[in-house]
């Protein structure tokens, strides 16, 4: 099964893909990791410092949107890259819970290869579905 795959012909002006997890676990880890290859080669980010996030929201949806927006967020504000991920996603009380491990680094212009700046994620499209044992991610991003 793939991670994630980009669609060329949802958003003309931004990048969109699909992210794909057999669980949600697996999903929220895919989509992170297809929205850091679009900003970074990802074989030049070194887990070296590890960050927590921990987040919760009433629909699975939203959790994600937020979870891709904190990562964003992360990026900008302490100039971080991220490669690996490691999502923890619950479902309790009729709400939806993520404690999720992101490793990466500092933000090194000599050593990292760019793509896009990813500016933000947006709602346009932007939808989780089951389709038989997988669980797809439709995500747009702001660039």
Avoid: C
């Avoid at 990048?15 to 999903?27: P, V």
């Avoid at 994620?121 to 389709?131: A, Q, S």
Wanted: no cysteine.
């Amino acid at each position: 099964m793939q991670k994630f795959k980009i669609l060329h012909n949802l958003s003309w002006a931004d990048i969109a893909f699909e992210a794909y997890g057999k669980s949600y676990n697996e999903l929220f880890n895919n989509a992170a990791e297809a929205t850091f290859a679009q900003m970074v080669d990802l074989k030049t980010v070194k887990p070296k410092e590890k960050k927590t996030i921990t987040l919760s929201s009433e629909t699975i949806q939203g959790l994600l949107f937020d979870f891709l927006s904190e990562l964003i967020y992360m990026k900008d504000t302490f100039y971080m890259l991220f490669s690996k991920f490691d999502s923890k996603v619950k479902e309790s009380k009729g709400k939806f819970e993520l404690k999720t491990s992101v490793s990466g680094e500092e933000i090194n212009p000599k050593r990292h290869r760019f793509g896009v700046d990813v500016k933000a994620v947006t709602m346009h499209r932007f939808n989780i579905e089951k389709i038989k044992n997988i669980y797809k991610a439709t995500v747009i991003l702001d660039v």
